[in-house]
């Protein structure tokens, strides 16, 4: 149960409900983080704005090594609703389940190719505390990537570390949008 109770459609404003029927169509229901952020209205319209420009514009980082990034970075930070709603968004965006499966324990899977491994390790060097980028990290990405891609790597990690820290602070838990392959224990 998150620390504050979602806002209630009936005591949303307009625009919200509108904004509700649209989470309702896209997603099944509601995400709770919607629901819940809808208490500030200024806040909740900066995140949907923002979420939706990061959707349309940030499109240089391949779709399958940022969801492989994205939900690394989750798993790091311990956000088991973010884990859930990536998996869901990532499975129907095509990345294998094996690779799903294979996340929680990446070192020991020979499941991702030496860029996944590098993005995934730079998921998790940027989601741990102390930050543990290293100078020979980002330099191997670039053998990779280019310096744009780089930075939008780094800026979708980013973003992810945000989310996560805010839904784990809320006390916001998994809704069930995901098979489960990531099998994340809650460890709160």
């Known amino acids: 149960m998150p620390r504050i109770s979602p806002l209630r459609p009936s005591a949303a ?27 500030a209205p200024k ?9 939706s420009s990061v959707e349309r514009k940030w499109t240089k980082v391949d779709r399958h090594l940022r969801e492989l990034a994205v ?6 930070v311990d956000c088991p609703w973010c884990v859930d709603f990536g998996e869901m968004l990532s499975t129907k965006g095509g990345l294998p389940t094996a690779k799903l499966a294979a996340l929680p324990a990446w070192r020991d899977s020979d499941a991702f190719s030496a860029l996944e491994r590098l993005v995934i390790e730079y998921a998790d060097a940027m989601s ?3 930050l ?3 100078d020979e990290l980002v330099a191997a990405l670039r ?11 780094t800026a979708y990690i980013a973003l992810e570390n945000s989310r996560a ?9 998994p809704q069930g949008y995901s098979a489960g392959a990531c099998k994340v224990p809650v460890r709160r």
Do not use: K, M
């Not at 806040?43 to 979420?51: K, N």
């Open 71 to 76: 939900l690394r970075a989750a798993l790091t």
């Open 128 to 130: 741990t505390t102390p």
């Open 132 to 134: 543990q980028v290293t």
């Open 165 to 173: 820290r805010t839904n784990a602070a809320l006390g916001i838990e």
């Open 43 to 51: 806040v909740f319209w900066s995140l949907a704005r923002h979420e």
């Open 13 to 39: 404003r307009p625009t919200l409900r509108v904004a509700y029927a649209y989470c309702r169509r896209r997603f099944g229901e509601v995400p709770e983080p919607f629901s819940v952020a809808a208490h």
């Open 143 to 153: 053998e990779h990537l280019s310096d744009e891609q780089v930075v939008e790597l």
